[in-house]
Nanobody, 125 residues
Framework: VQLQAFGGGSVQAGGSLKLSCAAS????????LGWFRQAPGKEREFVTA????????YYAESVKGRFTISRDNDKKTVYLQMNSLKPEDTAVYYC???????????????????WGQGTEVTVSS
């Protein structure tokens, strides 16, 4: 599986951005998908994940209520809608994928097998 993330950019605090991550391959529906981010000088951290069922979603506390993850299996794409952006959301955002069973949605970096190249998000105050 190859992943390509795009949609990053620069935005003022309070603004919105929507990231997309397109996947190759024929078994997209069997993958759990996650977004992680790495701010300058910091470790990469979990942002959100969605399981094979779109009803299974998890969010980091720092983004809960502001970010929404979704997936479109027909388009083999996972999305990250980011609203009410803050300067502390500035980071390189990575999408990740791993094949999982229906009832399991990983939220740790080590559980993901495939990674996109990252897209940069800059939020100015």
């Amino acid at each position: 599986v190859q992943l390509q993330a795009f949609g990053g950019g620069s935005v003022q605090a309070g603004g919105s951005l929507k990231l997309s991550c397109a996947a190759s391959g024929r078994t997209f529906s069997r993958y759990s998908l996650g977004w992680f981010r790495q701010a300058p000088g910091k470790e990469r951290e979990f942002v959100t994940a969605i399981g094979r069922s779109s009803s299974s979603t998890y969010y980091a506390e720092s983004v809960k209520g502001r970010f929404t993850i979704s997936r479109d299996n027909d388009k083999k794409t996972v999305y990250l809608q980011m609203n009410s952006l803050k300067p502390e959301d500035t980071a390189v955002y990575y999408c990740a994928a791993v094949e999982t069973i229906m009832t399991h949605t990983p939220i740790t970096e080590e559980d993901y097998r495939y990674w996109g190249q990252g897209t940069e998000v800059t939020v100015s105050s």
